[in-house]
């Protein structure tokens, strides 16, 4: 059966890429919907940031019709700031509106923001019914299982954001006092998946970064689909090697090194047409290291490609990766 979000038809199982701050851009998200992603979601944006217009919340906005289904992320803690928020990026034209009720960093979370409203569900509810109120979009949550141990409250948050109308709820399985730290809890996400009230999708998120797992936990949490994100970064082969696995049993081969440099000029071509050739150039560096994570000896091609000025010399160097790597794994 395959898994709707209002009249978004995801397949029978989606595998979503997870929005990530300063990592899920479109450059990043289009490498990712070419092996495989089924739903991608903005890097979350702030209501704040949108409403006064800040020019770095604004290019978030951006999207592409090569993209879809995608949703725009929003947060904050002004209900009528997402409430404007919400109305502002359904002009730029997503698939749905979504609300980050998970992140765990100070500067959201401690602004009453992101996981906070952990802590405040009555506040949570009021928020989302707004954002509902607000747009023609399907909208969808994405929230952890509570502020801390003590507070796992995800089950309630559940049925009462439900009943104000979301669409789908994406379960990240640790406490904001886990941050990303220890494993991720998949239990209770499988509990709220059996609660009979329940008839929204439910994807679980955490922790999933090989086929096997995914395939083990789909079978022993019983979710809708999986959100995927620090282990696609560098590595967007994953969701074409989870689906290959799910649908064959067999693994498929690891991506050689010409692919590598293949997605990763793919990933800094789309980032300078995006960003202009100085903030491509200089914001790929963070990538570089897990395009080619594994690789024996690379550092000093490494220290190379993060220092390099202009696309011409870092495709210089990836053109001597190829040379170098191709000749020592045949």
Same mark, same amino acid.
């Given at each position: ?7 978004i ?10 929005? +990530?701050e300063?990592?899920? !851009? ?9 092996? $495989?992603?089924?739903? +991608? /979601? @903005? ?9 006064? !217009? ?10 592409? %019709?090569y993209?879809r ?6 947060f904050?803690?002004?209900? !009528?700031?997402?409430r404007?928020?919400?109305?502002i ?7 749905? +509106? ?5 992140c765990?960093? &100070?500067?959201v ?13 009555? &506040?949570?509810v009021?928020? @989302?019914k ?9 909208? @969808?949550?994405?929230?952890?299982? $509570? ?5 796992k ?9 439900q009943?104000v ?5 994406t *379960? ?18 499988r509990d709220i998946k ?11 998120n ?6 096997? &797992?995914a395939?083990d936990?789909?079978?022993?949490f019983?979710?809708?689909g999986?959100m ?5 970064? $560098? /590595? ?12 064959t ?6 991506p050689t090194?010409t692919?590598?440099?293949a ?6 071509q789309?980032? *300078?047409?995006?960003?202009g050739?100085k ?5 790929m ?6 395009y080619f994570? $594994?690789i024996?000896?690379?550092k ?6 993060? @220092? ?12 001597? *990766? !190829? %040379? ?7």
């Amino acid at each position: 059966m395959s898994v709707q979000i209002g009249n978004i038809d995801l397949g029978e199982f989606p595998l979503l890429l997870a929005p +990530m701050e300063d990592v899920s !851009d479109p450059p990043f998200r289009y490498v990712c919907k070419q092996n $495989g992603a089924d739903m +991608m /979601y @903005t890097e979350f944006i702030s209501s704040e940031g949108l409403i006064r !217009d800040a020019a770095k919340s604004r290019q978030k906005l951006d999207i592409f %019709e090569y993209e879809r289904p995608i949703g725009i992320q929003i947060f904050g803690s002004d209900i !009528d700031h997402m409430r404007e928020a919400t109305e502002i990026a359904s002009l730029a034209g997503p698939d749905l +509106m979504d609300i980050n009720y998970g992140c765990p960093v &100070k500067q959201v979370a401690c602004r009453g923001a992101g996981a906070s409203l952990l802590q405040d569900i009555d &506040k949570m509810v009021a928020m @989302t019914k707004a954002v509902v109120n607000a747009t023609h979009l399907p909208v @969808t949550v994405k929230t952890r299982l $509570g502020w801390d141990d003590n507070t796992k409250n995800v089950y309630e948050v559940a049925e009462r954001l439900q009943d104000v109308g979301i669409k789908a709820l994406t *379960i990240h399985g640790r406490t904001r006092a886990q941050m990303y730290k220890g494993v991720a809890d998949w239990s209770l996400i499988r509990d709220i998946k059996k609660n009979p009230r329940i008839k929204i999708p439910i994807f679980g998120n955490g922790d999933i970064d090989s086929p096997e &797992k995914a395939a083990d936990w789909r079978m022993e949490f019983g979710v809708d689909g999986m959100m995927i994100g620090r282990a696609a970064i $560098g /590595y967007p082969w994953i969701f074409r090697e989870i689906k290959h696995f799910f649908n064959t049993g067999q693994h498929l081969d690891k991506p050689t090194i010409t692919e590598r440099i293949a997605a990763c000029s793919t990933h800094l071509q789309k980032s *300078i047409e995006w960003k202009g050739p100085k903030t491509g150039i200089f914001e790929m560096r963070r990538h570089y290291s897990n395009y080619f994570k $594994g690789i024996d000896h690379f550092k000093e091609f490494r220290m190379r490609l993060v @220092t390099a000025g202009n696309l011409e010399e870092v495709q210089q160097i990836l053109a001597e *990766i !190829d %040379e170098k790597y191709a000749i020592e794994m045949a």
